[in-house]
């Protein structure tokens, strides 16, 4: 099985606001007609919207390529939807089956060639995850200083982990390297002990050594993490690749809890081999992934080659283990880059592998993987290649989209991703598949099963026949119908009657060829030719605007079928009359018809979209006037209306209020005085206003009282006007006869005042100057007296 890693956010789903999709693609009906198709398999596999018509007598002698087309185009050509094979893409999902954090878990999906199909799938983080962690590790001698320092790691971890896990197991396994040459000394004193040339006991180099199974005990993992002792070997990289492999397969021995989050923390101070270096000891056997202890031991470490990083990757995802690795500074390098390769994968440089470090690396590690969702996709390698996927994360609310991953999501968030399956080609034997894709939500222990059925064999109704045999109409021929060598005789080849009417002189109308009786017609460029005598097409159709039926329609026996909301002979005639409404919502302004989505108007004066034109007419005030005049000549008077409104066109109604129709428009004036037989005094014109009423009379309102009213109104207005103005003259001629301070005698009194202070005469000396002055100057000595205010001026 071949697996896609796609980091991106996992939601749980919400079955009520589930959203599935299928999608079809396709450029229309072009995709589907083509002279090359000829079965019903090959015609749908262009694209879901295509569809195949496998009835006997469809377009009789046409070429096998007409059938296959769009549904509504085989409708109209006389294709019942019953004899159509279609290919629907389906997205089934099932909700009896539920989960905790991954929902939904069962979808079932039916794709075509070209379609595609989208789901939904989501995670729920919990707040608080029991956690699995086991501590690989590297006994090889360099290591030893760092196998102390986890003898005081368990309690201590265990402490620090309850602010974040319900309960935490842990687990303990070592390695070195394949016991074989060259990887270790083989001379029989190195064997059993490595160490012997430096007088220390060690144990001997293994593969992987699994010591401890997953327990909650903490004092037993510390009993015995100090009973563990160093190992050798001989080259720098060791097998921990290797010995990791085994740690995840090996779920019963290692004892890998199902509810639990997993953690594989391997140490080591150098890098590890890989795939084919086992070559070097003449091991050429691919590792087969699965788990080989025997007495917690791994057996197949000496015939089996170390796997690959793509293989320990999909053993990882298979299992739901994050990896942790804790590494000295110098190999930093080295592992960074296979942490790029692995799935939920954390890197730590420890300078020294002392017991904070590691609880602080576990804690830390530990919470970045759980705040980081990421989803796999594992595809049978059988299919691999006929299948694409996409996927579109959509982050919960304070985390934050890195590349195809959601990074910082917070327990008890949701978030959502929609995964995109689509069928790019069937099988090569042409037939259906079943094909089963897995979901991996990265480091869950739980997964979303997709099953997708691949839609490629024809059914063709209760007959099961499709029509595309596309043999020749004379490979039914019975053999007495045939020559000694099995050629066609005489009488069943060339020109036959049967492939022609019997006023015709020509085969198949000159558009195809008769073979054994039965016309064959050509394939034409602009479209399909058949019939019995190939006198049919849909191509021979009235054009309109450049394009056959309007493009609006198709061509069917020479006459055109249109579509919805079209009419006439080229499908160029709206059904609807909307184009035919003026402003007013009238049709055609009630002076017309509406044909083929434009007004015809009734009255040939009458013209524009609208039948609102007419240049010849009167206007509405001089062709009402008449109207107008007659009533006014009867004295407005309803009983005598009946004389006027059988001359009157249209005719008049009597209203009590015109106050309502006066707002209206247009006002009208008559041109001449009204008529006046009652020799009661009239206005010099009659004002009325035309009005539109449903019942279809126009009403002429008078207005001449409202004339009268208006003429009242404004006399009254200048009466009044010259009223103030009198009275504001008298007013202002007493002011100034008598000032302010004055007495009843009108004498102006100073009382108070010095009277020598006021002066009896104004004295002013004007001094005039001639052009030629004498030798001195002439002065004039002006004495006015002063003078009461009252009295006038003389002069």
Same mark, same amino acid.
């Given at each position: 099985? &071949? ?157 620090? =982990? ?71 070997? =001989?080259? &720098? ?155 579109? *994360? ?117 558009? $195809? ?94 013209? $524009? ?96 009282? =409202? ?65 030629? *002055? ?10 006015? *007296? ?10």
């Amino acid at each position: 099985m &071949t697996t896609w890693l796609r980091s991106v956010p996992l939601c749980v789903l919400l079955y009520s606001a589930l959203s599935l999709c299928a999608q079809d693609h396709g450029a229309g009906g072009a995709m589907c007609l083509s002279a090359s198709i000829t079965s019903c398999a090959e015609c749908l596999s262009h694209g879901p919207q295509c569809a195949w018509c496998f009835k006997e007598d469809f377009l009789n002698g046409a070429d096998l390529g007409w059938r296959c087309d769009l549904p509504e185009n085989l409708l109209n050509r006389g294709c019942e939807a019953e004899s159509m094979e279609r290919w629907e893409t389906k997205v089934v999902v099932n909700t009896t089956i539920s989960s905790t954090q991954v929902s939904p878990g069962d979808i079932s999906i039916t794709l075509t060639p070209g379609s595609e199909a989208s789901v939904v799938v989501a995670v729920k983080q919990l707040q608080r995850y029991p956690v699995d962690l086991y501590y690989l590790v590297d006994v090889s001698a360099s290591m030893q200083e760092n196998l102390n320092h986890l003898k005081t790691v368990g309690v201590a971890l265990t402490l620090r =982990m309850t602010e974040h896990s319900s309960d935490l197991w842990l687990g303990f396994g070592s390695f070195v390297d394949k016991p074989v040459s060259p990887y270790i000394d083989v001379h029989p004193s190195k064997i059993n002990n490595p160490c012997s040339d430096y007088e220390i006991r060690c144990r001997p180099a293994h593969g992987f050594h699994h010591v401890l199974s997953m327990t909650g005990n903490m004092s037993e993992f510390t009993r015995v993490i100090k009973r563990q002792h160093i190992s050798g070997n =001989m080259d &720098t990289p060791e097998g921990g690749l290797d010995a990791m492999l085994q740690a995840a397969v090996c779920q019963e021995a290692v004892g890998w809890r199902s509810e639990a989050k997993r953690l594989l923390l391997l140490m080591t101070d150098q890098p590890s081999h890989l795939a084919l270096d086992s070559r070097l000891a003449g091991i050429v056997m691919p590792h087969d992934g699965l788990c080989h202890l025997e007495n917690n031991v791994y057996t197949g470490s000496t015939r089996m080659d170390h796997p690959s990083v793509g293989q320990l990757s999909d053993k990882l995802l298979e299992n739901h283990i994050y990896s942790v690795f804790a590494v000295e500074k110098q190999q930093y390098q080295w592992y960074e880059e296979l942490v790029r390769l692995l799935p939920a994968a954390y890197l730590g440089k420890l300078g020294l592998f002392q017991a904070p470090n590691l609880i602080e690396l576990v804690v830390e590690a530990y919470k970045r993987l759980l705040s980081e969702v990421e989803v796999s996709i594992s595809v049978e390698d059988k299919a691999v290649d006929r299948y694409s996927v996409s996927v579109s *994360p959509i982050c919960p609310e304070g985390s934050t989209l890195k590349g195809q991953s959601c990074s910082g999501v917070q327990p008890n968030q949701t978030t959502y991703f929609k995964i995109t399956f689509g069928l790019r080609s069937c099988p090569d034997d042409g037939g259906d598949e079943d094909v089963t894709v897995l979901i991996h939500p990265v480091g869950y222990n739980e997964s979303t099963v997709v099953r997708i059925h691949s839609k490629c064999v024809c059914s063709c109704g209760v007959t099961k026949r499709c029509s595309n045999d596309g043999q020749s109409p004379c490979s039914g021929m019975q053999d007495e119908d045939r020559g000694p060598n099995h050629e066609l005789t005489d009488s069943n080849k060339g020109s036959n009657r049967n492939c022609r009417p019997d006023v015709a002189d020509v085969d198949c109308s000159g558009r $195809g060829v008769c073979e054994c009786g039965r016309c064959v017609c050509d394939r034409s460029k602009l479209g399909a030719v058949y019939g019995k005598y190939c006198e049919i097409d849909d191509f021979s159709c009235p054009y309109h605007e450049g394009l056959s039926c309007g493009g609006r329609g198709a061509c069917v026996s020479s006459e055109c079928v249109c579509a919805d909301g079209w009419t006439g002979e080229s499908c160029s005639c709206p059904i609807s009359t909307a184009t035919c409404q003026s402003a007013s919502g009238s049709l055609c302004s009630g002076r017309g018809r509406c044909v083929c989505g434009k007004c015809a108007c009734d009255d040939p004066q009458y013209s $524009g979209d609208f039948c609102e034109t007419c240049p010849a007419c009167q206007s509405p005030c001089q062709s009402h006037w008449k109207c107008v005049d007659c009533h006014f000549s009867h004295g407005l008077a309803p009983k005598e209306a009946g004389h006027c409104n059988s001359t009157c066109i249209p005719l008049v109604g009597y209203v009590d209020d015109t106050s309502v129709f006066w707002n209206s428009t247009p006002h009208c004036a008559s041109p001449n005085p009204p008529p006046n037989p009652t020799g009661v005094s009239l206005p010099a014109h009659i004002h009325f206003s035309l009005v539109q009423l449903d019942t279809g009379f126009h009403e002429c309102a008078s207005s001449s009282r =409202m004339v009268g009213t208006f003429l009242s109104v404004c006399a009254l207005t200048v009466l009044c006007g010259l009223v103030v103005v009198a009275f504001s003259r008298l007013l202002l001629q007493k002011r100034i006869r008598t000032p302010a301070g004055a007495g009843e005698d009108g004498v102006f009194h100073c009382t108070g005042k010095d009277l020598s202070y006021i002066p009896t005469t104004n004295e002013k000396t004007v001094t005039y100057r001639r052009d030629n *002055p004498p030798d001195h100057s002439l002065e004039m000595h002006i004495q006015v *007296p002063k003078m009461p205010l009252g009295d006038p001026w003389q002069f």
